[in-house]
Each structure stands twice: as structure tokens, then as C-alpha cells.
């Protein structure tokens, strides 16, 4: 609440044009929150995505891949536990985690999944819904082989980083065809 009642204080020019003239207090703003319906919080956020749509404001780099891309990853949001008692992380620490699943055409969340601060990214990504033939794209905490399978059963395909211990052993290597190098036009 500090954080945003400061952030709010910082921008009180910008305050001007809404008709506020001075920028709520920590206390006013935690009121406010407590108080108020999460039905608010919903319709705001579908009004605002049929306003903006799937519109990317800046410009994107362009695959010749004709699957859904997909981007995923997660990151653990600190609660306070005095005021969120059911999301125990720690001793002393409270804590959930979002699952977030973007969309890389629209930059938007195409599914958001929140679990127990505890849930680890992998354990959490099997819990979320993946579009047949789509490309996911996701950082090496997702490196978990039963995940993959699950993926690849599910006809998804893949980019994943490597863990740095990662062990293997090559069995065999084959030639690309002429014309199918790597090429830096195509990223």
C-alpha cells in the first residue's frame, strides 16, 4: 500500500487532469481496497481489452512460424500474512504464485493460473490448458522431462533452456538439407 500511495503522490500532476487534487493517503487507499468488490476489478479489465484488443503498440519481430507462439513463465507475489493468512509460504512470509501464459501476437495474457507461493513454475504449468500445434516458449525452470512429455503427447512443441548441469550424451547427428541453415533474416 506504501508503494502505491507513493506512486500516487509522486504523480499528482497527472492527478490534476482526473479532478483529484491531492493523492490518497496509505490508509484511504488499503480502506478502498478492502472495500471494494473484485467484480470492479473484472469488468474494468474486460472493458479495457475490448477498448485495446489485441493491438501491440510497438513492433514485433516476425517468424516464419505459422503455430500459435506462446510465452511462458511465472513470478511469486509477497502477501502479508497477517492480512492473507491462507497464503502461508514461509514461517513468517505469505506468498502466491502466478502462472502466466502470454500471448507473443497480442501481448496479453492468454491464461494466468495462481497457485500456492510453495508451487514450483514446473509443477504449476501442468495445470494450464496448451493449444494443439502452438510453440512454447519458456525459460529453464520449465526444464522438467516429465513436463516435456506431457507437452509433446499433447502435440506441443517446444523451446526451452537447458539447465547448466544438464548431463547428455549425443547418439546421433545429422546434416540440414542445403538451404536450411541458420539464417539471421529469418529472426
Given at each position: 500500500m506504501?508503494?502505491?500511495s ?35 476489478f ?27 507462439i ?10 502479508c ?59 529453464r ?43 539471421p533474416?529469418?529472426?
Amino acid at each position: 500500500m506504501r508503494d502505491i500511495s507513493n506512486g500516487l503522490r509522486s504523480a499528482t500532476g497527472n492527478l490534476n487532469h482526473l479532478g483529484i487534487s491531492k493523492a490518497p493517503s496509505k490508509s484511504t487507499v488499503s480502506y478502498q481496497n478492502k472495500h471494494r468488490d473484485w467484480q470492479l476489478f473484472r469488468d474494468y479489465y474486460y472493458q479495457m481489452l475490448k477498448s485495446l484488443g489485441q493491438q501491440a503498440g510497438f513492433k514485433q519481430v516476425r517468424f516464419r512460424i505459422k503455430s500459435k507462439i506462446l510465452l511462458l513463465d511465472s513470478t511469486t507475489i509477497s502477501l502479508c500474512l497477517s492480512l492473507f493468512d491462507w497464503a502461508t509460504y514461509k514461517t513468517q512470509k505469505g506468498a502466491i504464485t502466478r502462472h502466466t501464459l502470454l500471448d507473443y501476437d497480442g501481448n496479453l495474457p492468454a491464461y494466468v493460473l495462481v497457485t500456492d507461493g510453495k508451487t514450483a513454475d514446473n509443477k504449476g504449468a501442468y495445470d494450464i490448458p496448451l493449444l494443439k500445434n502452438s510453440v512454447i516458449v519458456a525459460d529453464r525452470f520449465y526444464n522438467d522431462f516429465s513436463l516435456l512429455k506431457v507437452w509433446d503427447s499433447s502435440e506441443v512443441y517446444f523451446v526451452v533452456r537447458h539447465k547448466e548441469n544438464l548431463q547428455f550424451r549425443t547418439l546421433e547427428e545429422n546434416e540440414l538439407p542445403d538451404g536450411r541453415h541458420y539464417s539471421p533474416s529469418l529472426f
